[in-house]
């Protein structure tokens, strides 16, 4: 699966979204509300973003090195368009990594992820 988002932890996402940790059903029905994803990875990895639906059965298919560009970025404008709908303020995150720490980031673009 390929995403556009980011990559957080529960917590950070919690912090994001002014919700508590206690409920995570809140988290989830406030960024579905805002028409994102907030999918568990592994290792308090959640990516906030969106799934890229033309490549979720890309084995044994083929397409242009600018087609599969050109949808990145529309699915990153799409994801930019919907996060400052939400108000959340994204100036600085916390973005987690799988098998090291997490690194502050001023001002995060989308991140391309494939789990």
Not at 1 to 9: I, K, N
């Amino acid at each position: 699966m390929l995403f556009v988002g980011f990559p957080l932890s529960y917590e950070n996402a919690c912090k994001l979204f002014g919700t508590p940790e206690e409920d995570g059903k809140i988290l989830t029905d406030k960024v579905e509300a805002a028409g994102l994803k907030f999918e568990f990875v592994d290792k308090n990895v959640y990516v906030l973003g969106l799934r890229i639906k033309e490549f979720y059965n890309f084995a044994g298919q083929y397409s242009t090195t600018d087609d599969c560009i050109t949808l990145i970025i529309k699915y990153k404008l799409k994801f930019m368009e919907l996060i400052r709908a939400t108000g959340v303020d994204i100036s600085g995150l916390e973005i987690e990594h799988m098998e090291a720490e997490p690194v502050f980031v001023n001002n995060p673009q989308p991140y391309v992820m494939s789990f």
